[in-house]
């Protein structure tokens, strides 16, 4: 089953940026505009901060980036905030086969 | 604001099919500008997802679930549902109802993204 690749851990001291990874394959990003991301606080549902590559919800703060080159997609968190601490998974749908997918997911730690 | 609620049984037996409602209130289900979907988290794990529907009964499916998955909608209720069959130790996970934007003219999977989710429910896969 595809996989995308995300780092275990980031953090990152409040007031600070930080960027989290995602990198799969040219066929595991197969609809260019299909990467999304979700953060997930403990105990909570994911919650969705960016869609289509670089669109925000309504409500998620402008400090929450994403981006894409070639096979690696990116979310930046810039201001760190003590709340911004939350697990954070990257998703695309590889279309060759069918599969939606979901980075292993990153611990931002605010320090 | 619309919201969703997943319900079912929090124990289920091993072999034995796990089965799954989830509730959409203050909107309606039948929109055409929205997919239905499924993802569950083992305990300590990422993400993975399980399947979508759309209110026509359309279907699009995990292909590593497919054999055991079946998702259904009731439109008269508001509802749609999952079933799971053979369950083992490693389906026990907590199971989530989402709501996915349908873009009109595209195939699926083009955008993919869930905007809307249930709270989640722990299912447990024990004897």
């Known amino acids: 089953q595809s996989a995308l690749t995300q780092p275990p851990s980031a953090s990152g001291s409040p007031g600070q940026s930080v960027t989290i990874s995602c990198t799969g394959t040219?066929?595991?990003?197969?609809?260019?505009?299909?990467v999304s991301w979700y953060q997930q606080h403990p105990g909570k549902a994911p919650k969705l901060m960016i869609y289509e590559v670089t669109k925000r919800p309504s409500g998620v703060p402008d400090r929450f980036s994403g981006s894409k080159s070639g096979n690696t997609a990116s979310l930046t968190v810039s201001g760190l905030q003590a709340d911004d601490e939350a697990d954070y998974y990257c998703s695309s749908y590889v279309g060759s086969n069918n599969l939606g997918i979901f980075g292993g997911g990153t611990k931002l730690t605010v320090l | 604001q619309l919201q969703l609620q997943e319900s079912g049984p929090g124990l289920v037996k091993p072999s034995e099919t796990l089965s799954l409602t989830c509730t959409v209130s203050?909107?309606?289900?039948?929109?055409?500008?929205?997919?239905w979907g499924w993802i569950r988290q083992p305990p300590g794990k990422g993400l993975e997802w399980i399947g979508t529907?759309?209110?026509?009964?359309?279907?699009y499916y995990n292909p590593s679930l497919k054999s055991r998955v079946t998702i259904s909608v009731d439109t008269s209720k508001n509802q749609f549902s999952l079933k799971l069959s053979s369950v083992t130790a490693a389906d026990t996970a907590v199971y989530y109802c989402?709501?996915?934007?349908?873009?009109?003219?595209?195939?699926?999977?083009?955008?993919?993204?869930?905007?809307?989710w249930g709270r989640g429910t722990l299912v447990t896969v024990s004897s």
């Open positions: 040219s066929s595991d990003f197969g609809g260019y505009y299909s």
């Open positions: 203050d909107g309606s289900i039948s929109s055409s500008t929205y997919y």
């Open positions: 989402a709501r996915e934007p349908r873009h009109r003219g595209y195939s699926y999977g083009f955008f993919w993204y869930f905007d809307l």
């Open positions: 529907i759309y209110y026509s009964g359309n279907t």
